[in-house]
């Protein structure tokens, strides 16, 4: 699910820079070009992850790309919903941390 989302991120993104063209009105374009921007960081910020922390990086992915809860997540990784609960809070403070500071390079 993951590379499926990024997969089509990836191709919004690179529709801005010369993809298909389609003729519009100023109006009506719609303003949606953050989600795709985010997501894009946020596998960025996840493979960081992975390096530091591979099973809060694969809590992460089983949450957020797999919609698995807390207890799912614990029976695929074989460990407590507690564990997975605590390192799922740890993981996203992490990774805004992460996000927030690739997003304050960008800007500067």
């Keep these: ?5 990024l997969d089509h991120a990836r191709r919004r993104l690179s529709a801005k820079r010369g993809g298909p063209q389609l003729r519009m009105s100023l109006d009506s374009i ?3 070009d953050g989600p795709a921007v ?3 960081a946020l596998d960025r910020a996840l493979t960081q992850l992975a390096a530091l922390d591979a099973r809060q990086s694969r809590i992460v992915e089983l949450r957020f790309f797999g919609g698995l809860t807390e207890e799912e997540t614990a029976g695929v990784l074989g460990v407590s919903a507690r564990t997975v609960r605590r390192e799922w809070i740890v993981a996203r403070a992490w990774l ?4 927030s500071s690739a997003a304050g390079k960008r800007s500067a």
Excluded at 1 to 5: A, N, Q, T, V, Y
Excluded at 96 to 99: L, P, Q, R, S, T
């Design 30 to 32: 719609p303003g949606q």
């Design 1 to 5: 699910m993951r590379r499926i989302l």
């Design 96 to 99: 805004f941390g992460a996000i």
């Design 38 to 40: 985010e997501l894009l």
